[in-house]
């Protein structure tokens, strides 16, 4: 079975602080996103990466960075936390030959 | 502009009964991918169906079934003899073209089985 897992599963951050969330990946799948909930909202895409070394912007990039060190691992990183990006963020992996995404648990994130 | 939109908030029914849930979508382009998916109260997201466009059959998977109205850009979710775990929220998703590696999503219907 398909396996990402987030670290944390819950972070609290002050205002102007770095945050880093991380994304682990076992499945070897190539594309791995970072999404974000609030309610009112659905899921919104941050960034995306195809491979190794590779990120896009997704629909709601402005205050987010991301990177893609290796297959199995990608990161998304806040330099300056605002409240504004109090939200919980989830990050999936995409599977083609089943065309269909796998989802971590979910990162809570909250900035003071 | 929204490119998946899910108009239900909220519904309610009652055990063992039959639900839709109503999504529809935008796109330009021919070819693309519908899915929907749950999140259970702990907050789990999982895929549960995917209907190809190119397909005219709706697609089933258990108790959940596919309503595929092309000319209309709609795809509806059909719960049959719904239970008690079937209470979630679920999300209606888009993937454009072969091409394409985002997956839109709508914001959500939260459905509530009642016993």
């Known amino acids: 079975e398909a396996a990402v897992t987030q670290s944390p599963r819950n972070k609290v951050a002050v205002t102007g602080g770095k945050v880093t969330l991380s994304c682990n990946q076992t499945?070897?799948?190539?594309?791995m996103y970072w999404y974000r909930q609030d309610t009112g909202h659905g899921l919104r895409l941050i960034h995306y990466?195809?491979?190794?070394?590779?990120?896009e912007k997704g629909d709601i990039p402005d205050g987010y960075k991301a990177s893609r060190p290796s297959q199995e691992n990608f990161s998304l990183i806040l330099e300056l936390a605002t409240p504004s990006q109090t939200s919980v963020y989830f990050c999936?992996?995409?599977?083609?030959?089943?065309?269909?995404?796998?989802f971590g648990a979910g990162t809570r994130l909250s900035v003071l | 502009a929204q490119k998946v939109t899910q108009t239900q908030t909220s519904i309610s029914v009652m055990e063992k009964t039959t639900v839709t849930m109503d999504c529809v979508y935008e796109?330009?382009?021919?070819?693309?991918?519908l899915f929907w998916y749950k999140q259970t109260a702990s907050g789990e997201i999982v895929f549960l169906i995917r209907?190809?466009?190119?397909?005219?059959e709706n697609a089933t998977v258990g108790h959940y079934s596919l309503n595929f109205q092309k000319p209309k850009s709609s795809i509806g979710l059909i719960i049959t003899a719904t239970q008690i775990e079937d209470s979630a929220v679920y999300f209606c998703a888009m993937r454009e073209g072969p091409g394409y590696q985002n997956f839109y999503f709508g914001k959500g219907t939260s459905l509530t089985v009642i016993p």
């Open positions: 796109t330009q382009d021919s070819s693309y991918f």
């Open positions: 499945n070897n799948h190539n594309n």
């Open positions: 209907q190809d466009s190119y397909k005219k």
């Open positions: 990466s195809y491979g190794a070394g590779s990120t």
């Open positions: 999936a992996s995409g599977d083609w030959g089943r065309n269909t995404l796998y």
